[in-house]
Every structure is written in C-alpha cells, then in structure tokens.
C-alpha cells in the first residue's frame, strides 16, 4: 500500500520489518523487492528475488512478475520478456504482465510480439493507451520518472496508441 502511495521509503521500512519478524518468509523479500524496483533500486531488488524463490521454490507467477519487472528496470529486456512470459505461461488469467512484456518486446524491437501482447490485453481493455498506463494504472508507482517513461518509451515502441481517443479510432478502423 505504501509503494501504490509513493510512500517508498515507508514501503522499503515495513518490508524490512517483516524480514525482520520471519527472515523465512519468502512474500516477506518480494514485498522488499517489489518496494525497491518502485523507489529505483532495482539491482539490490534482484537479491531479494533470488532469496524470495530459493526459499519458496514452488512460487506463484506474481513472482515472476516481479522478476521481469527488476529485469526490465535493469533494461534487461530479454531476462525480463522471458520472465513476464513464463508468469503469463503459469498463469494464462493474470493479463498483468502482459503491459510490460510488450514494452520489453517494443524495446528489443520485437514488433511481431508486442503487438501480440498488446493485442492479447486488449481482449480485457480493448481502448488501452500509453495515457492509461501513465496515469491511475499499476506501472504509474514509480519514484523516478527515468524509470516510468522507461516503460511507456517501450509501449510506444510496441506500438500502443497514445491516447484513448487514437485507440478507439484504430478499433473503429478495424
């Protein structure tokens, strides 16, 4: 709730204090991750993660998620399209990760499967624009504004429309 707040620090302190309450488990360091991709600090995020899943070895897809989602503030493109896709592949129903694969893919140049991803979370929110995800959407948690546009360049490379107004003019195109 912290990090959703901006409150990062805040969010890094209650995380610490959980490790701190029970260092065995393994929500405990992906909060911490999850806290620290968010404030910028990406590369002490991926310890955690690593930790996270040695110690839960059968983890969820939110796991890898976050995984692509350290990788991909590390501009670690191919490490992060290759973690956001097994999350989708453990969880076909989470469409979540689908919003930064086709930002990875858009910055590898992959315009065939980002435009796959992109269209894929469009069967969820057919008018999804660049504008949507920087405003109120999950991807907007972000401290350092290096790091939001990281992701919306990678959009924009995949080919999202701007606006919801160019999105619902390319749905009426089609």
Do not use: C
Request: hydrophobic residues 40%; negative net charge; proline residues 6%.
């Amino acid at each position: 709730m912290h990090t959703d707040s901006h409150q990062h620090q805040e969010a890094i302190a209650k995380a610490q204090r959980a490790i701190a309450l029970d260092p065995n488990d393994a929500n405990s360091y992906l909060t911490m991750a999850y806290a620290l991709i968010f404030a910028g600090r990406p590369e002490e995020a991926l310890d955690f993660m690593g930790k996270a899943m040695r110690l839960d070895p059968h983890y969820p897809a939110y796991y890898l998620f976050v995984l692509g989602l350290v990788h991909f503030s590390m501009e670690q493109f191919e490490e992060a399209a290759t973690s956001f896709d097994r999350a989708l592949k453990r969880n076909p129903e989470n469409y979540a990760p689908l919003i930064p694969l086709a930002a990875a893919y858009g910055h590898l140049g992959r315009k065939q499967e980002a435009t796959a991803a992109i269209d894929e979370f469009k069967k969820t929110w057919p008018t999804l624009s660049v504008e949507d995800v920087s405003g109120p959407f999950m991807m907007a948690k972000y401290k350092d504004p290096v790091d939001k546009d990281r992701l919306l360049d990678g959009l924009r490379k995949a080919g999202l429309p701007e606006s919801r107004f160019e999105a619902l003019r390319k749905a009426g195109e089609k």
